[in-house]
């Protein structure tokens, strides 16, 4: 139950048949005859009244038998001053100097004996201990340690002759004091954890035993309390609980170790991106799933880090337990006690195979989009000017103005892909866009497109950045090109609208052209969200629309614009500040 000494209650460690092997400094000031001669070696008896003597015998038999965890019993000691006292004796096996002995504990129901805290360490945990009279109705304290009042912060005078429930509150559960309730009355010893409140209305959680003590006729005269504080343990219990719910959840492989490394939790997704099951991991070291794939010096630094208590997050090879190999990035993130001590280690692993995958055909993709069809399109531009030079025009201009309209559409399909593999790729995502540069990319329409009158209106307040600018480019790009090239009036004009929110959070770009309109279906099928063989846009312009947009963490909305046309919204969130990184909007 606790070591001796602990609480600072006058404590004894005796061998069976009486002789004492420890006492503690409470007990050897208050028993202690001759101050040259300790009490350790003397027998516990020669401060016992003889009358009490067999009674204590008993029950040290009967603790040495195991009949009982710990038995209580009043008796009648004297004091080395040579005063009788009546006490309350616990007593509870505990091991001492290898061999199994008796713990005897001492309490003074009247309080005047110089006992309690005095012996108690200053930065231990005060333990709580209180004593009840069991033939009273409502069981009233009629003891409690200095431990007990340091861990409610109530004075002794405020709690003696009332039942010890005054230490429960709103959240204290019910089934728990029922379940006190009934071990009392069942005179049985109960240990428990309950929602408990000190006098100042803080929570804590309490550890509570309460065992009963009997008289040498065996009639239960008192019930002992021990209360301790457990509320860190509680707490930490709880979030790791729900830290377990979480990560339980997650796609993400997530494992802790302790401070040595040893694992001791991980979650289903490490089971499925590595492999072994919990049963298999658990106990082992991470090096399970090391690959030769990182030198020495990769894991030194790891440790390193680590240890030194800082997050260590790298990209690595590791391998499965069937033995493939898989790319991931790996989060070590150090938990310390309050003084800095490391506990555990918690490790969250992102499988990036699949990422890399796409990254790989985008790139492909990308070449053979970009390069490929374009110098197909430049070449099929090439012939049909030649047609055009050697055909008759009347007969064939129709056919090679065909020619051209389609190696047009495939060039503009070939220029978006682009911006695919802008959205996908991380390099640009910490470029942010001044808004002033909306200006240097309409400019660049100009002068790509003569023939369409280009209006720009700009009403922000200074200094606003958007993140990942190059998507906002590309997305007023399309939207330009877009009404451009459906537009079927002799003179298109488009008109780009800047504004900001009041408060600044987010710009608003209005594109809003005199062309055919946008049909409904197509914008349809992007609210949808999918394509079906049915109900599709006729390219990938919308979609790029919406995606940079959504990439960007804002919006696009379509309406009608007066009296023909159509106006785009885009609606992006954005700071005042510098920018972190230029990005040219002309490249
Ligand atoms: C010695 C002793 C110590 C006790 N200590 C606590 C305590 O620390 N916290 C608590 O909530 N209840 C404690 N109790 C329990 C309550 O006093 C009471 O018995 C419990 O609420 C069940 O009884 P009830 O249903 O009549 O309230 C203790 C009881 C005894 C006898």
Known sequence: MTSPGVTGEPTFVIQPDGSISYVNDVAESLFRTDPDRSNVGTSIFEYTSSSYQTALLNQFERIERGDAPAMGLTIEMSLGSGDPRELIALTTPVEWDGSEQIQLLLFDTDGELPTGLSARTMDATPIGISIADATREDEPLIYANGGFCELTGYEREEI???????????????????????????????????RNYRKDGTMFWNRLTITPIEDETGTVTHFLGFQEDISERKVFEQ?????????????????????DGRIEYVNPAFERT?????????????????????????????????TAGEIWEAELTNRRKSGELYRTTQKIIPVTKPDGTITHFVTIEEDITDAQFIEQVLHVMDRVLRHNVRNSVTAISGYADLLEAELDAEEHGAAVQTIREHADKLGKLSNETRAIRELFHRRHAEHSLSVDAIEGFVEKRREMHPDTVLDLSMDVEEGMVVQNGSLLQLAIDEAIENAIVHNDRDEPHVEIRVTDVPDGSELCVEIADNGPGLPDDQWDVIMAGEETPLAHTTGIGLWLIYWTLSALGGTVDRTDNEPRGTVLTYRVPVAVGRQTKGWNPNT
């Open 239 to 259: 979030e790791k609980a729900l830290f377990q719910m979480q990560a339980d959840a997650t796609e993400q492989a997530v494992f802790i170790t302790d401070a």
């Open 160 to 194: 003696l002759g009332r039942s010890c429930r005054f230490l429960q509150g709103e959240k204290t559960d019910d089934a728990t004091v029922a379940e006190i309730r009934r071990a009392i009355d069942a005179e049985e010893p109960i240990t428990t954890e309950i």
């Open 274 to 306: 590595t492999g072994y099951s919990a049963a298999d991991a658990i106990g082992e070291n991470p090096r399970l799933l090391k690959s030769d794939q990182q030198d020495e010096a990769f894991y030194r630094e790891l440790w390193e880090t680590i």
